[in-house]
């Protein structure tokens, strides 16, 4: 999968999506209208004699007022739903009345569900979501969110008892792959614009019940306002068809690419079509009772409300298609899926691919961006082994996460350590001298594991626990009145990852299609690569000049051993505005500073950060040569 | 049918509008607060947990003390159980309370417990033991953190609940009664040796 192709193609599917929109609004007024039109015509004894006449000496101001009313509720709904997104995708997961899983939990099947989770998010190279469940027998998942930063994942009681390991493996890629190549960020844009649509037929159920209590029902007026009622139920209908096909329109394919997607990543067909049998199989399948299932149906891994009007409707394709899709050899049996009795959590041998993706060329590592493979969730379940167990139990806990993130911070010399302690919180305090003898010797990457890991905990803090942390770590941070490099990179990626669930996300904007204006930024990211990798002067200058010329810019720069990542930062702002198209050509730059003269540990730590901040996420198991 | 109507239209639009994502906002923070109690829930099920262990390795030692250790057990059991009725209604006043209270008599039975340790230097430095104890010190702080996460949450549904305008829906729409903070005797003061003030 080309992730940056992904990532344009979802973008245009937007528009795509806006004009089905439009036109369905146009649908609805015309039906509005026509529909008081009937509805005058038959309540007077002139209009039914003569309707036409009747409807032509209506003034006009009528057919206006009714289509800017209808315009009016569909787009004050529409916005509405839009500002309540705002949270990203914990927004849908809580809608739907979704209970957060305990990041510490130990409970078998949970416990087993987030390991699979901690496995693919470190192999796809972003932080872990936050996870959560909905308590329904029918097998079925979703991942909500604009992007990587403000993810969720949920999955149902049916999921979590009946499907085996590698099973949830192929669900939880399946449902990766959707929030990398953009397409739940499309998901969320379609709730909002529907709810627009379905808010006609809710006006129309309020009419209806306040005229049923009312003592109107004696005059002509109330029959209107009952026969306009259900006539605007009837419309409403009317615009969940349209909805239902939109969404259908939108979304069908993409479940077969996911599917794609997902056995690219665990290169097992198996799991995932095993999963597929099993929701076959199954009495409830991929049913969800829930009351607000209809207005997310899209994003579930499969069919989650009944269809009528046939298959023209579904959001899914047909189960057996999509196992064929998988397994063209399969025999038509579906899996009886009962619950599982003995649980296993070994993690199946990904054995034999122990060597990552050699990325001696900056096109490896550009391809590598959003590409998670077989490899990388070997390298990622070897970094999680690899940890001390101690330091995963902490960053499983948010305030063992929390002690995690100020050891890393803390300078190791007494000078200035012991009036940086006393401005900490107390209570993470307490916890340091359990945690801190467990990071010693980890390296960079081990660390910013621990820290991708220590994720989810973090967002369990409440608003003002969290403002604590964040004033902390900055606090912490600028003690020493230097910004080294491994502090940079991790304050991005913590940044990145709490801001959204904790500040509302948004979907960045594109703002720029091309490099015209970027040109002090690219030079100054470039730059910083350089600088970091503590090289002479002449590597420096050969080192930006591959750089230059993979870029395609004609760029200025001065050797220096310092790097300003204040400016660093400003640039960054701007670059996240790049098009997704234009992205691969920084990403190459950037990496052919990094690969000449051979790879020092800060510059990979930069690297990484860089390529974080700028949405791309890099795999960890990308063999940098050293 | 005139600009009237439209106008008519527009506020019920609003209204409606309003109406809804006051009721949301309400349920949003309500649901924040039951995920806050259950991250205490997976705490203090941990800490429960260590007690049995505790007392097993306590028992050989402290044959004489048969009274402080059975404390200690009817203390968790009766915490296990308030536990068990918090979660089902977290937020609930006389929930919270009984749990505040039953984790208060806890804290107090093995505070007692480790009084008494103080004259079985052979128990306390059994390994066990000393890691146990460490455990349960780790999760008494966990606990904290996690409930002053509680009950900044259950802050934030009481606040909203109690501006203008959701106060005045805020009944009518099910959320009538305010959620209740959970508090916990200070354990810490109990196991302190006290200090001479002069």
Same mark, same amino acid.
């Given at each position: 999968?080309?992730?940056?192709?992904?990532?344009?193609?979802?973008?245009?599917?937007?528009?795509?999506?806006?004009?089905?929109?439009?036109?369905?609004?146009?649908?609805?007024?015309?039906?509005?209208?026509?529909?008081?039109?009937?509805?005058?015509?038959?309540?007077?004894?002139?209009?039914?004699?003569?309707?036409?006449?009747?409807?032509?000496?209506?003034?006009?101001?009528?057919?206006?007022?009714?289509?800017?009313?209808?315009?009016?509720?569909?787009?004050?709904?529409?916005?509405?739903?839009?500002?309540?997104?705002?949270?990203?995708?914990?927004?849908?997961?809580?809608?739907?009345?979704?209970?957060?899983?305990?990041?510490?939990?130990?409970?078998?099947?949970?416990?087993?569900?987030?390991?699979?989770?901690?496995?693919?998010?470190?192999?796809?190279?972003?932080?872990?979501?936050?996870?959560?469940?909905?308590?329904?027998?029918?097998?079925?998942?979703?991942?909500?969110?604009?992007?990587?930063?403000?993810?969720?994942?949920?999955?149902?009681?049916?999921?979590?008892?009946?499907?085996?390991?590698?099973?949830?493996?192929?669900?939880?890629?399946?449902?990766?792959?959707?929030?990398?190549?953009?397409?739940?960020?499309?998901?969320?844009?379609?709730?909002?614009?529907?709810?627009?649509?379905?808010?006609?037929?809710?006006?129309?159920?309020?009419?209806?019940?306040?005229?049923?209590?009312?003592?109107?029902?004696?005059?002509?007026?109330?029959?209107?306002?009952?026969?306009?009622?259900?006539?605007?139920?009837?419309?409403?209908?009317?615009?969940?068809?349209?909805?239902?096909?939109?969404?259908?329109?939108?979304?069908?394919?993409?479940?077969?690419?996911?599917?794609?997607?997902?056995?690219?990543?665990?290169?097992?067909?198996?799991?995932?079509?095993?999963?597929?049998?099993?929701?076959?199989?199954?009495?409830?399948?991929?049913?969800?009772?829930?009351?607000?299932?209809?207005?997310?149906?899209?994003?579930?891994?499969?069919?989650?409300?009944?269809?009528?009007?046939?298959?023209?409707?579904?959001?899914?394709?047909?189960?057996?298609?999509?196992?064929?899709?998988?397994?063209?050899?399969?025999?038509?049996?579906?899996?009886?899926?009962?619950?599982?009795?003995?649980?296993?959590?070994?993690?199946?041998?990904?054995?034999?691919?122990?060597?990552?993706?050699?990325?001696?060329?900056?096109?490896?590592?550009?391809?590598?961006?959003?590409?998670?493979?077989?490899?990388?969730? +070997?390298?990622? $379940? *070897?970094?999680? /082994?690899?940890?001390?167990?101690?330091? %995963?139990? !902490?960053?499983?806990?948010?305030?063992? =996460?929390?002690?995690?993130?100020?050891?890393?911070?803390?300078?190791?010399?007494?000078?200035?350590?012991?009036?940086?302690?006393?401005?900490?919180?107390?209570?993470?305090?307490?916890?340091?001298?359990?945690?801190?003898?467990?990071?010693?010797?980890?390296?960079?990457?081990?660390?910013?594991?621990?820290?991708?890991?220590?994720?989810?905990?973090?967002?369990?803090?409440?608003?003002?626990?969290?403002?604590?942390?964040?004033?902390?770590?900055?606090?912490?941070?600028?003690?020493?009145?230097?910004?080294?490099?491994?502090?940079?990179?991790?304050?991005?990626?913590?940044?990145?990852?709490?801001?959204?669930?904790?500040?509302?996300?948004?979907?960045?904007?594109?703002?720029?299609?091309?490099? +015209?204006?970027? $040109? *002090?930024?690219? /030079?100054?990211?470039?730059?910083?690569? %350089?600088? !970091?990798?503590?090289?002479?002067?002449? =590597?420096?200058?050969?080192?930006?000049?591959?750089?230059?010329?993979?870029?395609?810019?004609?760029?200025?720069?001065?050797?220096?051993?310092?790097?300003?990542?204040?400016?660093?930062?400003?640039?960054?702002?701007?670059?996240?505005?790049?098009?997704?198209?234009?992205?691969?050509?920084?990403?190459?730059?950037?990496?052919?500073?990094?690969?000449?003269?051979?790879?020092?540990?800060?510059?990979?730590?930069?690297?990484?950060?860089?390529?974080?901040?700028?949405?791309?996420?890099?795999?960890?198991?990308?063999?940098?040569?050293? | 049918?005139?600009?009237?109507?439209?106008?008519?239209?527009?506020?019920?639009?609003?209204?409606?509008?309003?109406?809804?994502?006051?009721?949301?906002?309400?349920?949003?923070?309500?649901?924040?607060?039951?995920?806050?109690?259950?991250?205490?829930?997976?705490?203090?099920?941990?800490?429960?947990?260590?007690?049995?262990?505790?007392?097993?390795?306590?028992?050989?030692?402290?044959?004489?003390?048969?009274?402080?250790?059975?404390?200690?057990?009817?203390?968790?059991?009766?915490?296990?159980?308030?536990?068990?009725?918090?979660?089902?209604?977290?937020?609930?006043?006389?929930?919270?309370?009984?749990?505040?209270?039953?984790?208060?008599?806890?804290?107090?039975?093995?505070?007692?417990?480790?009084?008494?340790?103080?004259?079985?230097?052979?128990?306390?430095?059994?390994?066990?033991?000393?890691?146990?104890?460490?455990?349960?010190?780790?999760?008494?702080?966990?606990?904290?953190?996690?409930?002053?996460?509680?009950?900044?949450?259950?802050?934030?549904?009481?606040?909203?609940?109690?501006?203008?305008?959701?106060?005045?829906?805020?009944?009518?729409?099910?959320?009538?009664?305010?959620?209740?903070?959970?508090?916990?005797?200070?354990?810490?003061?109990?196991?302190?040796?006290?200090?001479?003030?002069?």
């Amino acid at each position: 999968m080309d992730f940056f192709a992904a990532q344009d193609r979802a973008r245009r599917k937007t528009f795509q999506l806006v004009l089905l929109f439009a036109i369905a609004i146009v649908g609805l007024i015309v039906a509005t209208n026509l529909l008081v039109g009937v509805v005058v015509a038959l309540s007077t004894t002139a209009g039914l004699v003569d309707p036409g006449a009747m409807l032509r000496s209506q003034p006009t101001q009528t057919w206006v007022v009714i289509s800017l009313g209808v315009l009016i509720c569909i787009g004050g709904a529409s916005l509405y739903k839009y500002l309540a997104l705002r949270s990203g995708g914990r927004a849908i997961a809580e809608m739907l009345g979704a209970r957060q899983i305990a990041p510490g939990t130990q409970a078998l099947d949970e416990r087993r569900l987030l390991n699979v989770i901690e496995e693919m998010s470190i192999a796809s190279g972003v932080h872990v979501p936050a996870v959560y469940r909905i308590d329904e027998d029918g097998i079925n998942a979703f991942a909500a969110g604009f992007g990587t930063d403000d993810a969720v994942v949920c999955v149902t009681k049916g999921t979590l008892e009946r499907l085996n390991r590698e099973e949830l493996q192929g669900v939880i890629g399946h449902e990766f792959s959707h929030v990398l190549n953009g397409d739940s960020r499309l998901n969320l844009r379609l709730i909002a614009l529907l709810n627009g649509i379905l808010f006609i037929g809710l006006v129309g159920r309020i009419l209806l019940r306040s005229n049923t209590t009312g003592s109107s029902r004696r005059n002509s007026g109330g029959a209107a306002v009952l026969a306009l009622g259900v006539g605007l139920i009837a419309i409403g209908a009317a615009g969940t068809l349209c909805g239902n096909l939109i969404k259908a329109a939108v979304s069908r394919q993409r479940e077969f690419l996911a599917d794609a997607a997902s056995v690219q990543f665990t290169r097992n067909p198996h799991g995932i079509a095993n999963a597929l049998k099993k929701i076959g199989g199954s009495t409830n399948g991929s049913m969800l009772a829930n009351a607000h299932a209809h207005e997310a149906s899209h994003m579930f891994f499969s069919q989650a409300v009944k269809l009528f009007f046939g298959s023209m409707m579904a959001t899914h394709p047909p189960l057996p298609e999509r196992i064929r899709a998988i397994e063209p050899s399969w025999d038509g049996q579906y899996i009886a899926g009962t619950p599982i009795v003995e649980m296993s959590d070994t993690p199946d041998g990904a054995a034999g691919f122990v060597d990552g993706v050699p990325a001696d060329a900056p096109s490896n590592v550009v391809a590598a961006v959003g590409n998670p493979t077989t490899a990388s969730i +070997a390298r990622a $379940q *070897g970094l999680i /082994a690899g940890l001390p167990p101690h330091s %995963v139990e !902490a960053a499983r806990d948010p305030w063992g =996460a929390c002690a995690l993130v100020y050891a890393m911070l803390l300078p190791q010399s007494d000078a200035g350590r012991r009036r940086l302690l006393e401005m900490l919180e107390p209570h993470v305090l307490a916890h340091l001298d359990d945690v801190e003898p467990t990071l010693v010797g980890l390296d960079d990457t081990q660390r910013l594991t621990l820290v991708a890991l220590a994720c989810p905990a973090l967002m369990t803090l409440s608003h003002p626990q969290y403002e604590r942390f964040v004033a902390d770590v900055v606090a912490l941070i600028r003690a020493d009145r230097r910004i080294d490099l491994f502090e940079w990179v991790m304050h991005r990626v913590l940044l990145k990852s709490l801001k959204p669930h904790f500040e509302g996300a948004h979907s960045p904007a594109v703002r720029y299609r091309d490099f +015209a204006a970027l $040109q *002090g930024q690219v /030079a100054e990211t470039l730059s910083a690569i %350089v600088r !970091a990798g503590g090289h002479s002067s002449d =590597a420096q200058q050969r080192a930006f000049a591959a750089g230059a010329a993979a870029v395609e810019l004609d760029l200025q720069f001065a050797p220096s051993d310092d790097v300003n990542f204040n400016r660093l930062n400003d640039a960054l702002r701007e670059l996240r505005g790049l098009h997704p198209l234009a992205k691969p050509r920084l990403i190459k730059g950037c990496a052919a500073c990094a690969l000449t003269d051979g790879v020092s540990p800060s510059e990979r730590a930069l690297l990484i950060g860089i390529a974080a901040t700028l949405d791309c996420p890099l795999p960890p198991d990308l063999a940098l040569p050293a | 049918m005139g600009f009237g109507t439209l106008t008519f239209l527009g506020i019920v639009v609003v209204l409606v509008v309003w109406f809804v994502s006051i009721y949301n906002k309400l349920v949003t923070l309500k649901n924040r607060y039951v995920n806050a109690f259950a991250q205490i829930e997976v705490q203090l099920k941990r800490r429960y947990d260590l007690i049995p262990n505790l007392i097993e390795t306590a028992k050989g030692y402290l044959a004489h003390e048969r009274g402080t250790l059975e404390a200690v057990v009817s203390a968790r059991n009766q915490a296990v159980a308030g536990l068990a009725a918090a979660a089902k209604d977290p937020g609930n006043a006389g929930a919270m309370e009984q749990l505040g209270r039953a984790e208060g008599a806890l804290g107090g039975a093995l505070g007692r417990l480790n009084v008494v340790m103080e004259a079985y230097p052979d128990l306390k430095a059994n390994q066990n033991m000393m890691q146990l104890s460490e455990e349960l010190t780790s999760t008494e702080n966990r606990v904290a953190f996690a409930r002053q996460a509680y009950n900044d949450q259950v802050t934030s549904y009481n606040t909203y609940k109690q501006t203008f305008p959701p106060v005045l829906l805020a009944a009518f729409l099910g959320h009538g009664a305010d959620a209740s903070l959970l508090e916990f005797a200070d354990h810490a003061a109990i196991q302190e040796a006290p200090k001479v003030k002069f």
